[in-house]
């Protein structure tokens, strides 16, 4: 069966240093991978998806960056965080096709 | 632009009562939506989903109505109960990458 795996679950950063969230997926072959955020109060915000290894589409302007260094991983960086960073990061994964999104446990971000 | 809305954002149902959550959206293009459950520092789960070439698609307590016409999804738990207390998120697709994701609506089921 697929697993999805998101570290780590709480991460206090103060403002201006970088940033690293990973997600690996398990059991299946060639995912879509997903990063989304859910603000305080808020939906689910996506930020970025990748269809393959290398392929990284931005929804979003912002500090942030993704990375798919590999099929099954992928990496949500910054280079210096902002304190309208916090949130609840996830990562998801899906088959090709209509399928449905899973999605990882999630990380706390909590930028001071 | 909010394409996926929902407009309740909190429900209180009596346990074994329907619980009816209702979701709305712009984009006639949306051929795909899903509905997640999510409890509190946790990622969403999957519930159950519906395609835009049938109108009803039930799974044990939860059913969900799609009426295209009116651009509506509803989920329908039946009976409700207290382990059904949680935030629930519709979500819906063009057929692209991109899932697009309501603001959420917390359910309290009351024992």
């Known amino acids: 069966s697929q697993t999805i795996h998101q570290w780590p679950a709480t991460l206090v950063q103060p403002v201006g240093s970088p940033l690293s969230l990973e997600c690996t997926v398990e059991g299946t072959s060639n995912p879509n991978l997903y990063w989304y955020r859910q603000a305080a109060g808020r939906g689910l915000q996506l930020l970025f998806y990748?269809?393959?290894?290398?392929?990284i589409s931005s929804e979003v302007p912002q500090n942030l960056s993704a990375s798919r260094p590999q099929d099954r991983q992928f990496i949500l960086s910054s280079k210096k965080l902002l304190l309208s960073d916090s949130g609840f990061y996830l990562c998801a994964w899906r088959n090709q096709g209509y399928s449905p999104l899973h999605f990882g446990n999630g990380t706390r971000l909590t930028v001071t | 632009d909010q394409q996926v809305k929902q407009n309740s954002p909190s429900l209180s149902v009596q346990e074994g009562r329907i619980s009816i959550l209702n979701c709305d959206y712009t984009n006639s293009m949306f051929d795909y939506f899903l509905w997640y459950k999510k409890y509190p520092a946790e990622g969403p789960t999957f519930l159950i989903s519906i395609s835009s070439i049938k109108d009803k698609n039930e799974d044990g307590r939860f059913t969900v109505f799609l009426n295209k016409s009116a651009k509506h999804l509803s989920l329908h738990i039946v009976p409700s109960q207290p382990g059904d207390s949680a935030v629930y998120f519709c979500?819906?697709?063009?057929?692209?990458?991109?899932?697009?994701f309501g603001t959420g609506t917390r359910l309290k089921v009351l024992a």
């Open positions: 990748s269809v393959g290894i290398g392929q």
């Open positions: 979500a819906a697709t063009a057929g692209t990458y991109k899932y697009i």
